[in-house]
């Protein structure tokens, strides 16, 4: 019985999130608004991805921005290249700028060999090409990184570790790459994205809708996924690894799985969040940013999707609120520490299991009573 | 070629400092403490501060710097890090929400900003600790050109690794923090009262902490997020070291320094850290325990 109303409450809350999610430019007008909301949505997947991983495979990787970023780059390559900036450097190709000022005097104007390693963007002029890669070589590199991971069986915090390792390193490497990748100020002044020639200006509600659908899938697919056999081996071999193996299952598989679709999803939320904020930079790659995704799963809820999700989305929102000015962003920030360290202490399961267990109280206070009214209670612990 | 070893051993010792604390923390106890590098960001900003209104020089400023970051360890102790043991992973989490405190004090002048009161030496910016004009002027020695504030970072790391290890294993202390590394359990059950002993220890390594910021603070920057960037570095000494072991960490951190100096000598810093980080992942996935490790909890 008391099963029954947690699952209609569970689809309530997700069918809530869908429907306030595509309704909310018909609620607000104002378009600069919108970005910034489109941007936290795709924060909101960002904690999705990791609840995936760490809730549901009980794999915690503090390098999820690894993937972000790298999603972000490859979008953001293809969009450069689209930028009326690419187009006025004294060739009929288009030539990204700071190529020109990167290149060595005498150098050909042309993506070929401007600078050592600029052929690598020559694929990137068409478009769809960066969108694919966006997603493709996340997820490439992170088979190869998973697979390597746990079939030497790594486990619980080195996993946090090398993967914290594997972002500084990208880091680093895309700092380095100055003539590739534009180093410290990474690619800005950005082209639209234009799919069947409709140009998609960022500050536009049908881009909003991009990002909106986007996530509505990403959560709905995520969500398929977990309740089907696979995601539920899943979770027992988070519980007990061993078990898991000795009952048959290859657990390594299991984790490289979820983990590449983790990654895959982080990819795809990096090359949305540039689509909308129009540049990319390695502070994507920064240890600060990645483990702000883990804080804000954290607090909304590590073993629920949608949880960990609206964590993002309402961290973000409020921060967005309430830096107003510099002195109260950076006291926002002392409240973010605080509330993360209570939520750690005392509310592990985060804002998805308080939710639960007020509805838990709920129910079991209007089945002493006797009520019949269960439809109000569990409408009222949303 | 001598210079290059130095280089690499001076790296080293910034390293080992860091990491030696950090070692007995995560080794003894099982955290993972993010805010070690605001604990040294602490003994920095200590030495900063008593430089300015004590006009402390950086000799006092040591001492005073072991004994601040040690009590702010035992207050992260006993209000947070009790709550956690057993829990590794979230021991991890919640030290990055105190991270995020720590930092934000500093930079909000421990909330004075609010009222309109400023302290010189806090505050967002950037700050510096001076030192003594004789131990920034190079000597030369036999032919050698020495820097005596590298070399007095050397002895000071020699003389605290020195005092660590005679702490560990020459001391009744030291046995008890032994028995709780091996087994807390059983520990407990003969007589060892692993909370008081686990609240020294952590205050013991928080004091180290705070003694690398101090030195830290003569050839870097002071600022309030400085630690962000140490305590990973202090990371991977531990974990290529081996989890526990003392020995361990010194050789890694002599590893991870001596590649560190020597390919940032062929090519660049950024290539440097990025090989080092290839190493250490490198090495974790081929020992995951560390080098130098035994069985533990």
């Known amino acids: 019985m008391s099963n029954r109303i947690f699952i209609l409450g569970d689809r309530a809350v997700y069918a809530a999130f869908i429907i306030i999610v595509l ?3 018909l609620l607000v007008d104002d378009v600069f608004w919108l970005n910034r909301i489109a941007k936290y949505l795709v924060f909101g997947m960002l904690g999705l991805a990791i609840a995936l991983s760490w809730g549901y495979a009980g794999i915690l ?115 380095d790459l100055q003539p590739v990748t534009n180093g410290f100020n990474g690619l800005t002044d950005l082209g639209w994205l234009t799919i069947a020639g409709i140009e998609f200006d960022p ?97 909304g809820g590590r073993s629920s999707l949608i949880g960990a999700a609206l964590g993002a989305i309402l961290i973000n929102t409020i921060e967005a609120s309430v830096s107003e000015s510099e002195m109260f962003q950076q006291a926002w920030r002392l409240i973010i520490g605080i ?17 639960r267990d007020v509805l838990a109280r709920v129910v079991a206070l209007s089945q002493r009573t006797g009520g019949k009214d269960s439809q109000s209670s569990h409408t009222a612990a949303e | 070629m001598f210079e290059v ?52 020089n950086i000799f006092l400023s040591l001492p005073l710097a072991f004994v601040v970051a040690a009590l702010v360890g035992l207050l992260i102790e006993r209000v947070v890090i009790r709550r956690l043991y057993g ?55 036999m032919g050698l050109s020495i820097q005596p504030y590298r070399t007095f970072i050397l002895c000071v790391t020699i003389l605290l690794t020195a005092l660590t290890w005679y702490l560990v294993y020459r001391t009744a202390i030291g046995v008890q923090v032994r028995a709780i590394m091996r087994n807390p359990q059983m520990a407990a059950a003969c007589g060892i009262d692993v909370r008081r002993v686990s609240a020294l220890t952590f205050a013991y390594g928080s004091g180290l902490a705070g003694v690398a910021g101090v030195l830290l603070a003569g050839f870097r920057t002071v600022m309030p997020d400085m630690g962000a960037t140490v305590v990973v570095d202090g990371f991977l000494v531990v974990v290529v070291g081996g989890v526990g072991s003392l020995l361990g960490t010194i050789l890694s ?25 290839g190493v250490v992942i490198a090495i974790i996935l081929w020992r995951p325990r560390g ?7």
């Open chain 1, 61 to 175: 990787n503090l390098g999820q921005g690894l993937f972000f970023g790298l999603g972000a780059y490859m979008i953001a390559m293809s969009l450069k290249l689209q930028s009326y900036t690419s187009l006025q450097q004294g060739s009929d190709k288009p030539i990204p700028d700071f190529m020109l000022w990167n290149a060595e005097p005498g150098a050909p104007t042309d993506l070929c060999c401007i600078t050592p390693g600029s052929w690598l963007w020559i694929p990137f002029q068409a478009q769809w090409f960066g969108m694919a890669m966006a997603v493709v070589v996340p997820v490439v590199f992170a088979l190869i990184i998973g697979s390597t991971i746990f079939r030497l069986r790594v486990s619980g915090v080195y996993v946090a570790i090398i993967t914290l390792a594997l972002v500084l390193l990208a880091r680093l490497l895309f700092i």
């Open chain 2, 87 to 141: 829990r590794i992973i979230d021991t991890l989490l919640a030290t990055w929400g105190v991270a995020i405190i720590l930092q934000q004090l500093i930079r909000l002048e421990f909330g004075l900003t609010f009222f309109g009161i400023s302290i010189e030496g806090l505050g967002p910016g950037l700050q510096n600790m001076r030192v003594p004009t004789f131990m920034m002027e190079p000597f030369d020695l």
């Open chain 2, 291 to 297: 080098l130098f490790s035994f069985k533990s909890r």
């Open chain 1, 339 to 355: 509330v993360f360290v209570l939520v750690v202490l005392y509310m592990p399961r985060g804002l998805a299991g308080l939710a």
């Open chain 1, 203 to 299: 500050f536009m509600v049908a881009t909003y809708y991009i990002i909106a659908v986007s996530v509505c899938v990403v959560l709905l697919l995520s969500r398929w996924l977990i309740s089907t056999r696979a995601g539920l081996i899943l979770q027992s071999t988070r519980d007990d690894p061993n078990r898991s193996r000795y009952l048959g299952y290859d657990v390594a598989s299991y984790q490289v799985f979820f983990f590449t679709v983790s990654a895959g999803i982080a990819g795809f939320a990096g090359m949305l969040f540039v689509i909308v904020s129009e540049f990319a930079t390695p502070t994507y790659f920064d240890i600060a940013f990645s483990i702000s995704m883990v804080v804000w799963a954290a607090v």
């Open chain 1, 23 to 25: 309704a909310l430019p």
């Open chain 2, 5 to 56: 070893l130095f280089i690499g051993l001076s790296l080293t010792s910034v390293l080992l400092l860091i990491a030696l604390g950090l070692s007995i923390t995560y080794g003894a106890m099982g955290v993972i403490n993010m805010a070690h590098g605001e604990l040294v960001m602490i003994g920095a900003y200590t030495a900063v501060l008593a430089g300015i209104h004590l006009g402390f």
């Open chain 2, 253 to 277: 951190s002599a590893l991870l320094g001596q590649i560190n100096g020597i390919v940032s000598v062929f090519s660049n810093d950024i290539i440097a850290r990025a090989v080092v980080f």
